[in-house]
């Protein structure tokens, strides 16, 4: 399911001019109706449901329905994030809650190394043999059936 924005929670992040969900959509489908200063996904069949908006949102105005491989039928989830992790609260049908801390990424943004700081690059993950075929098999032409 989509996600979606609760328009009584949402304050259009103080109506700033960009919300923090339209800067973290890596799809840009959430926007800001500038009448009514609440965010809306424009359009919810294009959502990949990655939970970047919910994670973000300051005021918990948006929602997406839980997977069922971590979030039991009828429950919800909502994570609360921190400037160090990410609290997720699961609550059950029965109104049962369950709580999972997570540790969020504190690498500054343009900081990241490219091969995650293994090697110089001159060992096998940055070998040429792992991306030249067939000279790298030893054969002089790809098999074919």
């Not at 997977?67 to 992790?85: E, I, L, Q």
């Not at 029965?94 to 990424?105: C, D, Y």
């Amino acid at each position: 399911m989509p996600s979606y924005v609760i328009p009584e929670k949402c304050d259009g992040c103080k109506a700033l001019d960009k919300t923090a969900c339209q800067f973290i959509c890596p799809n840009d489908l959430m926007v800001l109706n500038k009448e009514i200063m609440k965010a809306y996904n424009r359009e919810p069949e294009m959502c990949w449901e990655c939970y970047n908006c919910v994670k973000i949102c300051p005021v918990q105005a948006i929602e997406i329905r839980g997977y069922a491989d971590f979030v039991p039928m009828g429950a919800s989830v909502t994570p609360m994030r921190s400037t160090d992790s990410i609290m997720w609260t699961v609550k059950f049908r029965n109104g049962m809650l369950k709580r999972f801390k997570f540790p969020i990424r504190t690498t500054a943004e343009g900081a990241a190394v490219p091969n995650g700081d293994f090697g110089d690059g001159k060992g096998d993950l940055g070998s040429i043999d792992l991306y030249t075929e067939p000279a790298s098999t030893g054969m002089d032409k790809v098999a074919t059936l």
